[in-house]
């Protein structure tokens, strides 16, 4: 039971993250295209600042619901008498939601820092700057983020 749970709490907050990203990088930044350079970047700060606090969430509870589970069927295994080796699509996915994270750190303590002045001071190219260089970064962790359910479902 208490695996299913912290299953469930991994891939709960796995689809807020990777959801989230995909709706802001494919639907609402291009819908705010067309909005004045003060208000899209401003309202594009607000939504961001929202939503990564969200990720900060469901960041820490996949780390932790992720290394849970591998740390009960490794006790478990090793209780039964057996070896526990690590699958390797276990090990790809952990290894690339650590470099995930690394990334939304980026995003979130580096390049939102950025927006977040740019915003502050009205400076609009910066802000779409950092915007674009925030883009990017969404962009790598969404394509990590599918390659990470392709080969944990497909393995």
Known sequence: ???????????????????GMVFAHFFLRPAVATIEAPQR?????????????????????????????????????????????????????????????????????ALYKKLDRAVTAADWIAGGAALASIKLWVGINIALGISIVGITLLA
């Open 41 to 109: 970047v401003r309202l594009m700060h607000d939504v961001l600042g929202r939503f990564f606090k969200a990720v900060v969430y469901a960041a820490g509870l996949t780390l932790v619901s992720g290394l849970w589970m591998i740390a009960r069927v490794a006790k478990q295994t090793v209780q039964a008498g057996g070896s526990f080796q690590m699958p390797i699509e276990w090990t790809v996915m952990a290894a690339l939601g650590i470099v995930m994270v690394l990334i939304f750190g980026h995003i979130r303590f």
């Open 1 to 19: 039971m208490i695996y299913s749970i912290l299953k469930l709490a991994h891939l709960l907050s796995i689809i807020v993250w990777i959801g």
